[in-house]
């Protein structure tokens, strides 16, 4: 049996190595390492498959969120709303740009923004709403835009985790996740459902004004070079990167596919079992499992974890800590927010290994030792 990898980027590599090679040495040989036309030529792709009409792309998910913000001309203090339980990134920017997170909780099922506490959360300083597809799936978008249209409140979908998701709306109309806010930011990272071979980011939309601003962004505020209209930053993919993803960019949906057959098995193992709670998937989107995360109800998640490692088997805890108790936000008062459901799953989420490049017999063995903890 292979060792067992939270996730195996080195064998997703080595089936599409001569392709990637290739195009990697290509862009060497080229020596057009920034910008160009294989930067240009992924873009397009990239908005084709995402159904967005316009992408920019960036040096991370991170740039990417801080960006669509600026783009936004939003004042200091304005409120952002996003939920706690995400990665740091999410509200890290928030903060950096001087605006005030305000934290939602979230769905105890989903992973994500609870529509109910959404629409409470909103006053008339709230300028922007960021959902975040937790683990890959969709948060409640049709609910949301609602909301945000009501109010008339710009959305930022934190598409990091569920690049190729799908969501449908209850008129049967079928959406790419990241392309229904008025802004969707994605990330690169190598490990991320389209992972580059290194960092890289970009940002969706379909609002031509906002695209040129945000591109303007990306580039030191400059739409012609040395006039700098717009005080923006330095956040470029680089062009070894966009010929990688250029080319997994067209195995994303088949790598879905497998991260979702893993999950499906998973499931089957644990269905039912007095102590582990599989994944909800919500009828109205396609979960593209960037992780399997259960919750685990009177078991001790240490002990699990303790268990798993001594078997070799990697897990990992996202989050340990929510975003509103971090020491960062201690003058926002974060630790005096209510926010039970986020503390609650803090507690008792675990997340498995899943990745495109499972065989049975890990899986098996996963399952297998996973049930034998609980009847040690
Ligand atoms: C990975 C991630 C980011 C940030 O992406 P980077 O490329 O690492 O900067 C933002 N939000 C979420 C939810 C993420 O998972």
Same mark, same amino acid.
């Given at each position: 049996m292979h060792p067992i990898q939270m996730v195996d980027t080195r064998r997703q590599y080595l089936k599409i190595k001569k392709e990637v090679d290739a195009a990697v040495l290509g862009v060497i040989d080229s020596?057009?390492? *920034? %910008?160009g036309k294989v930067v240009q030529q992924f873009a397009e792709n990239l908005a084709a498959y995402n159904g967005s009409k316009y992408v920019i792309t960036c040096a991370n998910g991170t740039d990417a969120l801080q960006i669509a913000l600026m783009a936004l001309g939003l004042e200091p203090g304005d409120e952002v709303i996003t939920p706690s339980?995400?990665?740091i990134a999410t509200v890290e920017v928030v903060a950096l740009l001087r605006l005030k997170p305000v934290f939602v909780d979230v769905n105890p099922d989903t992973f994500c923004m609870n529509i109910e506490k959404l629409g409470q959360a909103?006053?008339?300083?709230?300028r922007a709403i960021v959902p975040v597809h937790l683990y890959g799936h969709a948060t409640d978008m049709e609910a949301v835009m609602e909301l945000a249209a009501r109010h008339g409140i710009p959305v930022i979908e934190d598409n990091a985790q569920a690049i190729g998701g799908d969501y449908r709306f209850s008129d049967g109309t079928v959406k790419k996740t990241g392309? *229904? %806010?008025?802004i969707g930011c994605t990330s690169f990272y190598p490990s991320k459902n389209l992972g580059a071979y290194g960092d890289g980011g970009a940002i969706f939309t379909d609002d031509e004004a906002l695209a040129a601003k945000l591109k303007m962004i990306a580039n030191h505020?400059?739409?012609?070079?040395?006039?700098?209209?717009l005080v923006g930053c330095n956040s470029r993919l680089d062009a070894i990167q966009a010929a990688v993803l250029d080319i997994k960019l067209k195995e994303l949906d088949n790598y879905i596919n497998a991260r979702i057959a893993v999950a499906d098995f998973y499931d089957k193992a644990f269905a039912g079992h007095p102590h582990i709670t599989i994944p909800t998937r919500a009828a109205y989107g396609k979960h593209v499992f960037h992780q399997y995360t259960i919750k685990l109800e009177g078991a001790d998640r240490d002990e699990l974890s303790n268990w798993l490692a001594e078997h070799k088997i990697p897990s990992m805890i996202?989050?340990?800590?929510?975003a509103h108790r971090q020491k960062m936000f201690d003058s926002f008062g974060g630790n005096d927010l209510d926010l039970p459901v986020t503390d609650w799953l803090t507690q008792r989420v675990i997340s498995l290994p899943i990745h495109t490049e499972f065989e049975k017999d890990q899986l098996d063995y996963i399952t297998e030792k996973v049930l034998a903890f609980f009847n040690k």
């Amino acid at each position: 049996m292979h060792p067992i990898q939270m996730v195996d980027t080195r064998r997703q590599y080595l089936k599409i190595k001569k392709e990637v090679d290739a195009a990697v040495l290509g862009v060497i040989d080229s020596s057009m390492f *920034i %910008g160009g036309k294989v930067v240009q030529q992924f873009a397009e792709n990239l908005a084709a498959y995402n159904g967005s009409k316009y992408v920019i792309t960036c040096a991370n998910g991170t740039d990417a969120l801080q960006i669509a913000l600026m783009a936004l001309g939003l004042e200091p203090g304005d409120e952002v709303i996003t939920p706690s339980f995400t990665y740091i990134a999410t509200v890290e920017v928030v903060a950096l740009l001087r605006l005030k997170p305000v934290f939602v909780d979230v769905n105890p099922d989903t992973f994500c923004m609870n529509i109910e506490k959404l629409g409470q959360a909103i006053t008339p300083r709230t300028r922007a709403i960021v959902p975040v597809h937790l683990y890959g799936h969709a948060t409640d978008m049709e609910a949301v835009m609602e909301l945000a249209a009501r109010h008339g409140i710009p959305v930022i979908e934190d598409n990091a985790q569920a690049i190729g998701g799908d969501y449908r709306f209850s008129d049967g109309t079928v959406k790419k996740t990241g392309s *229904i %806010g008025t802004i969707g930011c994605t990330s690169f990272y190598p490990s991320k459902n389209l992972g580059a071979y290194g960092d890289g980011g970009a940002i969706f939309t379909d609002d031509e004004a906002l695209a040129a601003k945000l591109k303007m962004i990306a580039n030191h505020g400059q739409q012609k070079r040395y006039y700098h209209d717009l005080v923006g930053c330095n956040s470029r993919l680089d062009a070894i990167q966009a010929a990688v993803l250029d080319i997994k960019l067209k195995e994303l949906d088949n790598y879905i596919n497998a991260r979702i057959a893993v999950a499906d098995f998973y499931d089957k193992a644990f269905a039912g079992h007095p102590h582990i709670t599989i994944p909800t998937r919500a009828a109205y989107g396609k979960h593209v499992f960037h992780q399997y995360t259960i919750k685990l109800e009177g078991a001790d998640r240490d002990e699990l974890s303790n268990w798993l490692a001594e078997h070799k088997i990697p897990s990992m805890i996202y989050y340990p800590v929510p975003a509103h108790r971090q020491k960062m936000f201690d003058s926002f008062g974060g630790n005096d927010l209510d926010l039970p459901v986020t503390d609650w799953l803090t507690q008792r989420v675990i997340s498995l290994p899943i990745h495109t490049e499972f065989e049975k017999d890990q899986l098996d063995y996963i399952t297998e030792k996973v049930l034998a903890f609980f009847n040690k």
